[in-house]
């Protein structure tokens, strides 16, 4: 179902008013950067930014389009069951009402000291859609959506290993590595791979932008 019809005036008007809300909770100049190119909240930003910084972690985000930036906070994320596509204001009706489009994780690594570990948050069970997930990546989640304002609605597209049903990326695609306290915005998939490798990180998809249905080892 559609979403939210809005003028580019009446965007613009909302996600200024987001960016002063941001500000006044300690927001910085990179946080808003970041948000307007990325269409994350920037008090999500901040957080995710001091949160990796505390415990050294990674973190590949795919984003929504950047007029979503407008309704975080006052729209509910999108939900992992919803199927229908987020319009251009980033919005979409589902069967709980008007949501936002979510954040999707791409994956989740741990700094080590000399070089970066995955953590695996998905179900245990390769390539299910639902199911158990180890205790570290739900308390890595749980931790997470106690400050977000968008809250995460599943785990990471990376380690969802089923070839046919992992949607892969493409190139209207762009994301956000939160790096132990650092944003890096990459705006397409090739930005995307060349940081995977750059940072010696698996990256799971073909030149197709189809997952390989695989994972580490």
């Known amino acids: 179902m559609a979403g939210l019809n809005i003028s580019p005036a009446g965007l613009a008007d909302l996600a200024l008013n987001k960016e002063n809300q941001a500000k006044a909770a300690g927001a910085d100049g990179l946080d808003l950067i970041l948000s307007r190119d990325s269409g994350m909240d920037a008090r999500d930003i901040m957080s995710l930014r001091r ?102 609605q599943h785990g990471c597209q990376d380690d969802f290993l089923s070839a046919e049903k992992n949607p892969g990326v493409k190139m209207a695609d762009h994301f956000l590595a939160i790096r132990t306290g650092d944003g890096i915005y990459l705006r397409d998939p090739n930005y995307c791979e060349n940081f995977y490798r750059a940072h010696a990180l698996y990256w799971p998809y073909l030149s197709n932008g189809k997952h390989c249905g695989r994972g580490l080892g």
């Open 51 to 152: 949160f990796t910084a505390s415990e050294k972690l990674l973190i590949v985000f795919r984003c929504p389009k950047a007029s979503a930036r407008a309704f975080h906070g006052t729209l509910p994320a999108k939900t992992f069951a919803t199927k229908a596509k987020t319009n251009e204001s980033g919005t979409v009706h589902g069967r709980s009402g008007l949501m936002v489009s979510d954040y999707d994780m791409m994956s989740v690594w741990r700094f080590t000291g000399g070089g970066y570990a995955k953590i695996y948050i998905s179900a245990l069970e390769p390539g299910a859609a639902r199911g158990r997930w180890s205790p570290e990546a739900r308390d890595l989640v749980r931790a997470m959506n106690t400050f977000l304002v968008s809250k995460l």
